[in-house]
Each structure stands twice: as structure tokens, then as C-alpha cells.
């Protein structure tokens, strides 16, 4: 059974950091791409980071040189750690795996920043 739970959410203020978790089981964790999604109320859910199984990273222009996505094989966890947030990057921010035709998905993590 595929689980992803993340971690670290909480409120910061504007210009500090947080760094999400995602702890990944049930899966061959060190093939698979992970990604981070947020998503805000009334809006679709949007990919924030992803990290490939190679290590190739990829990032919305809007957290590019803000966030960075890594990964712990030994640990089975994909972190977001996330430096000079804004009040815009206030979300429900979601860990996401894909495979055999599937989306897998957290339960999510709030994530507040106040201004």
C-alpha cells in the first residue's frame, strides 16, 4: 500500500523559511520522480517543485531561487525547504508520486505565511 505523509507545515511570517517532509513507503522510493503541489482555496491544484529519480530537479517560476526540492534514499523522504516566503505562498502544499497509471498523494500539510 503506497503512503505519503508530509510534514513541517505551519505559520511563519513573510521572509522566513519552513522545510516540508515527505516521508514515501509501500514503493520502490529511489525510482520514482516525487513532486510538491500546493493549492489554494477556489483554485487547482499547482506543482511547486519536482525531483526526479536522477536527481534532476524542476520548479515554478514562481518559487525558482526560493525553494528547493531534495531527496533522501536511505530516509525514503523528499524534502521542500523553503526560504523567503511570501504571503502569496500560503497553501495546503501536497507530496505526489506517479506511477503504474496512478497519482498518489498526502493528506497535505497548511502551510501560513502572514505578512
Known amino acids: 500500500q503506497v503512503q505519503l505523509v508530509e510534514s513541517g507545515g505551519g505559520l511563519v511570517q513573510a521572509g522566513g523559511s519552513l522545510r516540508l517532509s515527505c516521508a514515501g513507503s509501500?514503493?520502490?522510493?529511489?525510482?520514482?520522480?516525487m513532486a510538491w503541489y500546493r493549492q489554494t482555496p477556489g483554485k487547482q491544484r499547482e506543482l511547486v517543485a519536482a525531483i526526479t529519480s536522477a536527481v534532476n530537479t524542476n520548479y515554478a517560476d514562481s518559487v525558482k531561487g526560493r525553494f528547493t526540492i531534495s531527496r533522501d534514499g536511505a530516509k525514503n523522504t523528499v524534502y521542500l525547504q523553503m526560504n523567503s516566503l511570501k504571503s502569496e505562498d500560503t497553501a495546503v502544499y501536497f507530496c505526489n508520486a506517479e506511477f503504474g497509471g496512478r497519482a498518489y498523494w498526502g493528506q497535505g500539510t497548511q502551510v501560513t505565511v502572514s505578512s
Open positions: 509501500g514503493f520502490i522510493f529511489s525510482l520514482r520522480s
